[in-house]
């Protein structure tokens, strides 16, 4: 999950990926940004002026919208001008609509610190009471390509709905955007009281815990399957792609394949 914020709006987009879908999302990056010399695991959306990145990232997303969630949120409208209270209560709907939906449930990768996963905890605990694997991931957009689609889209959204002086209609924008706050008010007013109150305990998981300098090492770190909670986590043992080269053979991903073994 991610959240951006331009002006007075905030969008926070889900991304539900199983790890099978990841290569499909990274190769479609790497396809649709080739043309603005956009680089997965190096860039990320503000490496890049809105107008310039727009079309692309409107080609990944329209290639997976049933794995994106996404709600938007207007000062102006809405109320409310703390972000990281928003956010959190954005993703806590996201989460809960998708945990009742799938039979088993996913991690959640918040994007950001212990300051950012907490209230997410807590906004999540006012709706269910059960919580999956809940995990933090200082600059996921590097290091997970659901991450990185995340960021482009909740990026874009904010740009295009901050770009207008009424809330863009249904069908204007590529994947609809809802006013969380309006469109989902019981859930909204359960999720953010619940941030109000003693928050519940946030421990995060014995996930790999590693942290990548350089391109490749970033994508080692996504093989594993490993998290940056934070700066000082220890680097992979070895910044060799060759392992996640011969997987993405084996899955028949030969193209994206020759990509990561050029870097």
């Known amino acids: 999950m991610d959240a951006s914020t331009v002006g007075d709006t905030t969008v926070t987009a889900a991304v539900y990926a199983s790890r099978e879908l990841e290569p499909a999302i ?3 990056i790497y396809d649709h940004g080739s043309g603005i010399g956009f680089k997965p695991f190096y860039n990320k959306a ?3 002026e809105h107008a310039v990145r727009r079309d692309f990232t409107e080609a990944v997303l329209q290639e997976f919208p049933e794995h994106i ?4 949120h207007r000062q102006s409208l809405d109320g409310n001008e703390d972000t990281q209270q928003v956010e959190a ?3 806590a709907i996201h989460v809960h ?3 009742n939906t799938v039979a088993e449930p996913p991690a959640v990768i918040v994007d950001g610190n212990e300051q950012q996963a907490k209230p997410f905890v807590a906004a999540l605990g006012g709706l269910r009471d059960d919580r999956p694997l809940v995990a933090h991931c200082q600059k996921s957009e590097f290091y997970y390509p659901a991450a990185l689609l995340a960021d482009l889209v909740s990026n874009h959204l904010a740009h295009r709905i901050n770009s207008t002086d009424t809330m863009p209609r249904a069908g204007e924008l590529v994947i609809p955007a809802p006013r969380a706050k309006h469109h989902r008010g019981q859930d909204w007013g359960q999720a953010i009281s619940a941030t109000y109150r003693n928050s519940p305990e946030y421990t995060p998981p014995t996930l790999p815990a590693l942290r990548g300098n350089t391109v490749r090492e970033r994508v080692n770190c996504w093989y594993e399957g490993a998290v940056m909670p934070h700066e000082g986590v220890d ?8 392992r996640v080269v011969n997987a993405l053979q ?4 030969d193209d994206l ?3 990561l073994r050029e870097l």
């Open 26 to 28: 990274l190769e479609a």
């Open 46 to 48: 503000n490496d890049y």
């Open 69 to 72: 969630r996404v709600f938007s």
């Open 89 to 91: 209560v954005h993703s």
């Open 97 to 99: 609509d998708i945990l």
């Open 235 to 242: 680097e992979p043992m070895s910044d060799s792609v060759t």
């Open 250 to 253: 084996r899955n028949g991903y």
């Open 257 to 259: 394949a020759e990509k």
